[in-house]
């Protein structure tokens, strides 16, 4: 596959709705840690079901135009964001503890889930193009 196939029209489709994902799911995870003083797992794991509830519905109909049957992508979009969210956060949060050893956790934690958003985003993306939404073979 060409990198330009990578970056067409559907990858900025995939981009716009993902500002929408990350303005409710951003919000809530920061809301739940640091106002309920929720953990990091329940929090940044509260920012992908709500967020991804969102996604399945934007990115199904609008990014991808998927006619498929719920019961053949749902499936794999759950097995998706599951994996995604547990390599980003996964690989985000000792990487953070690292190289932030001497800064608070809270610090830790709060530069660990941002850095894990973004890892999440670049696994996302392939997963939703490439397994959950791919295109079918004439």
């Not at 990198?3 to 951003?26: Q, S, Y």
């Not at 949060?93 to 709060?110: D, H, I």
């Amino acid at each position: 596959m060409k990198i330009a196939k990578l970056f067409d029209r559907t990858f900025w489709k995939f981009i716009l709705v993902g500002v929408a994902n990350t303005i409710v799911g951003t919000g809530i995870m920061f809301l739940f840690y640091n106002v309920f003083h929720l953990s990091y797992w329940i929090s940044s794991a509260s920012n992908y079901v709500f967020g991804s509830i969102l996604s399945y519905f934007l990115n199904k109909l609008f990014t991808f135009k998927n006619k498929a049957n719920a019961k053949e992508t749902l499936p794999r979009f759950v097995i998706n964001i599951s994996l995604c969210y547990l390599l980003a956060y996964g690989l985000a949060k000792p990487l953070a503890m690292r190289l932030l050893s001497g800064m608070t956790v809270t610090v830790q934690e709060n530069v660990a889930m941002l850095v894990g958003m973004c890892l999440f985003v670049g696994f996302n993306y392939l997963g939703q193009r490439f397994f959950v939404f791919r295109e079918k073979a004439e």
